[in-house]
């Protein structure tokens, strides 16, 4: 169990590194990451390197048990490259290059900062392979930007389409050019889909855009095809280099500009960045959501490289983490699959842009409350460390996160305030609430170990994942789908067929026609059989005729009567679901969360209370069961009873007390 803090030595004085090493001793840490952005220091001059001043401070860290993970520094170009190579810059619409002095400057086809990469890489890699306490590298820094309109970025993406494509007349075919007569003849012709009065963000990036919504699908798998080549061009170097050495990225949750599963085909594990403190205190849905997300991109326990310090923020910083609110978040994720945490920062920076994104330590330096609760977390995860080993989730539940019906929701939402996250939150925060873990798919993943499948708004429903749903729920499984499921091809043409397409027979249901609702119109919707209660569909509603599906919730409009607003239905061995509203009420999605683990025999280990997470990770003859409170109140949990409790080492009666923020961990 690696433990440790994101430092930066070049920011402090020597003599203040042995006292840094000290104190990260004394708190039980036994690993930092380093020259994330210190690209300037190792080659301040082209060619010329100097590792100097990192192997001392590598030695210094090692004499107090101290590993590192370095980084490639390609995230924060030298002045020089930008001075020397201007074409490294990347260019906004207005043809204008990006000025030098923040982060993420470059265009990731120009071949001069690629080279100059691959050359820092390599004279880094090279110089430390053999350093005793260097364990592993992060690539470059929260890969995601910039967005780059020059020439060659323009030429690299007609090359790709070619590739793709082969010919013009395939292309036209596949994107629905016909359209607006937007044919093209030539492959030159073929622009960068840049959206009307979006600054230099591009369409699919987050806007919506009159460009063709087929071709600006492309344009974003694409730009993330630039991210995984650049990381990959480093990784090859460092794999040859460092064989013995791990590698990894730090991503950011549900950041979903880049397809994550392709970014970590490359890597050892995954990593990313936490930090949930930002508004008042509350459930820390997202930051377990976005876990199960990262763990789910390998399919494998993952590492925390930067997590919540201190308050956050750059011209201006959010609020304070409460006392025993640092040891809950590391916790949580913990109880999600973490089997390495890094606090971000060491120490608050005196100068610069994150001069308010404060560290364990403030701007004085002295360890204080936040060093204290950081240095008892660690020491318990040391204490831990035995339990933990080959431990990971084990979930019976799924849910489909992909990237592509991501980026084809934001490209043509269909219905306003359509957001994919939202779409997945609603179920997943139920099945947060049920006390249920879950495991974050590809769409092509293997179904057959889960027991039941949600797959929220899956816009994007190539012929290929529809037949595996199929098969899925014809041999037993439990599938639940929502809101414009099977709408478009995967070239983000919409399929010709009455909806849902290959999924009619499997949800028993018929779509013929569908509506979004203003902000100032509501339908009721009655619960019927096992979803029992009023509720209200807001935002979008389809028109769902059932054929052979139960209906488990009706409208209560003249118009809508003879239309369902949720149904079930079997088919082969298995069940499926479908809700074609958009429910205003939480409880609402917990009843349907309830009715399908009923339905697929998935039974949570526990009832939590409002606030509490539960969690279980386990391996060879081990089960650990995980309880966290992200409530300000005491809460009372029911356990199993006669079991040791790690933290206390003491043994469990029939319900366990959890105080604020407070955390348990049960062998079972």
Request: hydrophobic content about 35%; overall charge negative.
């Amino acid at each position: 169990m690696y433990v440790g803090a994101d430092y930066y030595p070049e920011h402090w004085p020597r003599d203040r590194w042995r006292v840094d090493a000290k104190l990260m001793q004394e708190a039980g840490f036994n690993v930092v990451r380093l020259a994330e952005f210190a690209w300037v220091n190792m080659e301040p001059i082209e060619g010329s390197f100097e590792f100097d001043w990192l192997d001392e401070a590598l030695a210094v860290l090692r004499k107090h048990d101290i590993s590192a993970i370095l980084c490639t520094p390609t995230a924060v170009m030298p002045a020089w490259v930008a001075r020397k190579y201007p074409g490294t810059l990347a260019m906004t619409p207005n043809g204008q290059r990006i000025v030098w002095g923040v982060r993420k400057n470059n265009c990731f086809t120009s071949g001069a900062y690629r080279l100059l990469s691959e050359r820092i890489t390599r004279a880094m890699a090279s110089h430390f392979a053999d350093t005793p306490n260097v364990i592993g590298w992060q690539t470059d820094n929260e890969f995601g930007g910039p967005v780059c309109v020059c020439d060659t970025c323009r030429a690299d993406f007609q090359d790709w389409l070619r590739d793709k494509y082969g010919t013009l007349d395939e292309l036209n075919r596949r994107l629905g050019t016909h359209f607006w007569g937007h044919k093209y003849t030539t492959w030159g012709e073929i622009q960068i889909p840049v959206a009307p009065g979006n600054g230099w963000r591009l369409a699919g990036r987050g806007r919506l855009s009159t460009h063709n919504p087929s071709l600006c699908l492309d344009w974003q798998r694409y730009y993330s095809h630039l991210n995984v080549r650049f990381q990959r061009d480093q990784v090859r170097i460092l794999r040859e280099l460092c064989p013995n050495h791990f590698c990894t990225h730090n991503f950011m949750g549900i950041f979903s500009d880049l397809n994550y599963y392709h970014l970590a085909e490359d890597l050892d594990h995954v990593s990313w960045d936490n930090y949930p403190v930002w508004h008042k205190p509350s459930i820390s849905y997202g930051s377990a959501a976005a876990a199960d997300v990262m763990r789910g991109l390998k399919r494998k326990n993952f590492w925390i490289i930067e997590q919540t310090a201190g308050p956050g923020g750059w011209s201006s910083f959010g609020r304070n983490p409460r006392p025993g609110e640092i040891r809950k978040i590391a916790y949580q994720q913990l109880a999600h699959g973490a089997d390495g945490q890094v606090w971000f920062r060491w120490r608050t920076c005196t100068a610069g842009r994150e001069q308010y994104w404060h560290g364990l330590l403030g701007h004085d330096g002295k360890p204080l409350r936040r060093y204290r609760e950081a240095a008892q977390t660690a020491k318990e995860y040391r204490k831990l460390a035995s339990d933990l080993a080959g431990t990971t989730i084990k979930a019976d539940v799924a849910m489909i996160y992909d990237y592509e019906s991501i980026w084809a929701v934001r490209i043509q939402p269909g219905f306003p305030d359509n957001d994919y996250h939202e779409a997945m939150r609603r179920y997943y925060d139920a099945l947060f609430r049920a006390g249920v873990s879950v495991d974050m798919v590809k769409p092509t993943e293997d179904l057959s170990q889960y027991r039941l499948v949600v797959a929220p708004d899956l816009n994007i429903l190539p012929d290929e994942v529809a037949k595996r749903l199929s098969d899925y729920v014809s041999s037993g499984g439990v599938l639940l789908t929502d809101c414009r499921t099977g709408v478009k091809d995967e070239t983000n043409l919409c399929h010709d067929r009455t909806l849902p397409g290959l999924l009619t027979d499997v949800l028993g249901i018929v779509i013929e026609e569908y509506e979004s609702l203003d902000d100032e119109t509501e339908h009721r919707i009655v619960g019927k059989q096992d979803i029992e209660g009023d509720y209200t569909a807001v935002k979008y509603v389809d028109w769902t005729t059932p054929q052979t599906a139960e209906v488990l919730a009706a409208f209560d409009q003249w118009h809508l009567q003879t239309f369902a607003a949720a149904t079930r239905n079997r088919f082969g061995k298995g069940t499926a679901y479908y809700v074609g509203v958009i429910a205003k009420e939480p409880a609402f999605y917990d009843q349907l969360i309830a009715d399908g683990l009923n339905t697929a025999g998935v039974s949570p280990i526990l009832a939590p209370p409002e606030g509490v997470e539960v969690s279980v990770r386990q391996g060879a003859n081990k089960k650990l069961l995980f309880l966290v409170n992200h409530t300000e109140q005491q809460q009372t949990v029911p356990v199993p009873s006669g079991k040791r409790e790690l933290l206390t080492g003491e043994t469990t009666t029939d319900s366990i007390a959890l105080d604020t923020y407070g955390v348990a961990v049960i062998k079972l």
